[in-house]
């Protein structure tokens, strides 16, 4: 079983800057596909960003984060960042980390309790 941990969420006024970080549990974290999606009031849950297990430079951004936020992961840490910059209120949601674990061509997902990301102005 897979566990993660969010941190390094807060309050930032528009145009700043957070660095999440997700530490996940697994000897065998460098096979997980990481990615971080977010979640405000009355929303679902959307997906921001990934990375793949096979390249640290194989990413995805959604649009609306592209050319602000940066996944990247350190497997020797079993830790996933998301550098966010240029933070806008329409940021503002709980972000949560989420650790894609394929066995047998089967898909399971494990999520973290997610932290709270406020932008104001």
């Known amino acids: 079983q897979v566990q993660t941990a969010e941190s390094g969420g807060g309050l930032v006024q528009a145009g700043g800057s957070l660095r999440l970080s997700c530490a996940a549990s697994?000897?065998?974290?460098?096979?997980?596909?990481m990615s971080w999606f977010r979640q405000a009031p009355g929303k679902e849950r959307e997906l921001v960003a990934g990375?793949?297990?096979?390249?640290?430079?194989?990413?995805y951004y959604a649009d609306s984060v592209k050319g602000r936020f940066t996944i990247s992961r350190d497997n020797a840490k079993n830790t996933v960042y998301l550098q966010m910059n240029s933070l806008k209120p329409e940021d503002t949601a709980v972000y949560y980390c989420?650790?894609?674990?394929?066995?047998?061509?089967?898909?399971?997902?494990?999520w973290g309790q997610g932290t709270q990301v406020t932008v104001s102005s």
């Open positions: 697994g000897r065998t974290f460098a096979t997980y596909a």
């Open positions: 989420n650790a894609r674990v394929t066995i047998l061509g089967r898909k399971y997902d494990y």
């Open positions: 990375i793949s297990w096979t390249s640290g430079t194989n990413t």
